[in-house]
Each structure stands twice: as C-alpha cells, then as structure tokens.
C-alpha cells in the first residue's frame, strides 16, 4: 500500500488549482503546468490542501495513486519556486556557450554539439558550469539526462559532463595495472 499516495498535498496561497476530472491545471507565480491523471485517481480539493484517492485498494491503483501525489505536488512546487540542475564539463578544452534557446558544446568532438532547449528549461552557463532551470521537474530531469549523453564521463581521467554532486569512481590505467 503507498503510503505516500495517502498524504495530502498542501497548496501554498500563491497558487491556483483547478481540477475537472483526471485533469488538473496548478497556476502559480511562475507559470502554469497541466497534467492528465489516470482515469482511476481522483483528485479532491479540501480547503487549501488536495487530497488523491484511487478507484479501488488494488496494488497497481495505489502505485500509481502515490504517483500521481508526488507528481501533483511537484507541479506545484515548480509554479511556485521552480527546479535547478547543475552539470559540470571536465576537461581539456571543453568550453559550452548559449545563446537564445541553443546550448553550444564544444566537447572533444571536431564539431561543435548545438543542444536545443525545451521551452520550458532555461539555462545559463559561467565557468564550463551550465544550471538549468525550469518549472517542470520531469522536463528538466530528462533535458540534463540528454545532455549528459553527449559527452558522459570517462572513468579514466573523469573528462565528461557530469552532474554536480555526481560521484565518478575512477579506474587505474593499463600502465599501472602491469606492476
């Protein structure tokens, strides 16, 4: 039984809900976000807290009803405070600009790597590190997870795109190994 599904969602003063159905609509200081749920979930709206309950107590509804919680209740943490990522590029020579809705990199290829951004992940970059910032957490997840692909770091020396607090366990070359 999820037993974060059985939580309830507190909905801050400065952000709008609207519900009909399976569809949900959170409107907050810093956009708008919108989401249909499963057809199984339903959402009620309690005083200024959104209570999620699902159709029946099989295992597979209350998976997907402690899902859609944690999904509601991060579509209203981004329209009010939003979400930050952070990569760090590694290595010699490495260099990314941006530029509008591009993100340029230049990574050890012999062509630089032009990146668009999604319309709701803004980036910024100062000193080979690039914050990305959006309202929606899965769209911003999923954008770093893509850049990251380019140019994932290499065990050996660590040269890559790597995330901030990413740990990467460094492996002995062919050089030391013979001794």
Known sequence: MSRIGNKAVPVPGSVKCEIKGSYIKVTGPKGTLERTLRPEIEVEEVGNTLLIKGADDSKTTNAFRGMSRT???????????????KLLLEGVGYK?????????????????????????????VS???????????????ETAAKIRDIRKPEPYKGKGIRYENEYIARKVGKAAGKK
């Open 71 to 85: 999904l509601i209740n991060n579509m209203i943490i981004g329209t009010e405070k939003g979400f930050q990522k």
């Open 127 to 141: 000193n080979n590190e690039i914050l990305l910032e959006s309202i929606d957490k899965e769209q911003l997840g």
């Open 96 to 124: 990314v600009s941006v530029a509008g809705g591009k993100l340029t990199l230049n990574v050890g290829y012999s062509n630089p790597v032009v990146f668009m951004l999604p319309k709701l992940v803004q980036a910024s």
